[in-house]
């Protein structure tokens, strides 16, 4: 069956490191998309990418960083410049009839 | 700004007893509104796509509906498997093609 798979489900990052979330689809699609999940508040974007080998900030990229070398994968890192990285991070991909979500990261601060 | 609003935040209801979900919102050329659902701990499950006022879909005890201001969504005589959070998102139609979400209305249905 077609999805998007996330990896790893839970991740523990301690202070001052850089950790690197996994997202892979196989549906084909060219847009994918990374989002972060906090208590009280609607997703937000952290990044996008239309195509292979490009993509964009979202509204709260800084301390993040992401790559698009193929088109099934979409890898976020989160930097040690991102203060308050504790949350739960979903990526996107985008067809036709919709977007598909992975069943996302929590990510927690040691 | 492209907002959306979700009320209200978290809803509990009786086993059978219906009622209605609001999201409103504003964006600059409305491409689609989407319901989803979301269970705890999980990815968001795509519900309905629409696209246009006056617009309805269905999916079982699931009715979603579209005006020019706010969409709602209407659960009939819903079961406790129903319960979870639901969330509706806007898609404007800048190049980013993103989908701006509310914060969720959190369903508890107890049987």
């Known amino acids: 069956d077609g999805g998007i798979t996330q990896s790893p489900k839970y991740l523990f990052r301690k202070e001052g490191q850089n950790v690197t979330l996994s997202c892979e689809q196989n549906l084909n699609h060219d847009a994918m998309y990374w989002y972060r999940q906090d208590p009280g508040q609607g997703l937000r974007l952290i990044y996008y990418?239309?195509?292979?080998?490009?993509?964009q900030k979202g509204d709260i990229a800084e301390g993040y960083s992401v790559s698009r070398e193929k088109k099934e994968s979409f890898p976020l890192t989160v930097t040690s410049a991102q203060k308050n990285p504790t949350a739960f991070y979903l990526c996107a991909s985008r067809g036709f009839y919709g977007y598909t979500f992975g069943s996302g990261t929590r990510l927690t601060v040691v | 700004e492209d907002q959306v609003t979700q009320s209200p935040e978290a809803l509990r209801l009786q086993e059978g007893e219906s009622s209605s979900l609001n999201c409103s919102y504003t964006v600059s050329g409305l491409r689609g509104l989407f319901w989803y659902r979301q269970d705890p701990g999980k990815g968001p499950e795509f519900l309905f796509t629409?696209?246009?006022a006056g617009e309805e879909k269905e999916k079982e005890r699931l009715k979603a509906t579209l005006t020019k201001k706010e969409s709602f969504l209407h659960i009939t005589a819903p079961k406790p498997e129903d319960s979870a959070t639901y969330l509706c998102a806007v898609q404007g139609s800048g190049a980013t093609n993103k989908l701006i979400f509310g914060t969720g209305t959190l369903l508890a249905v107890q049987p």
């Open positions: 990418s239309q195509i292979v080998n490009d993509f």
């Open positions: 629409l696209y246009s």
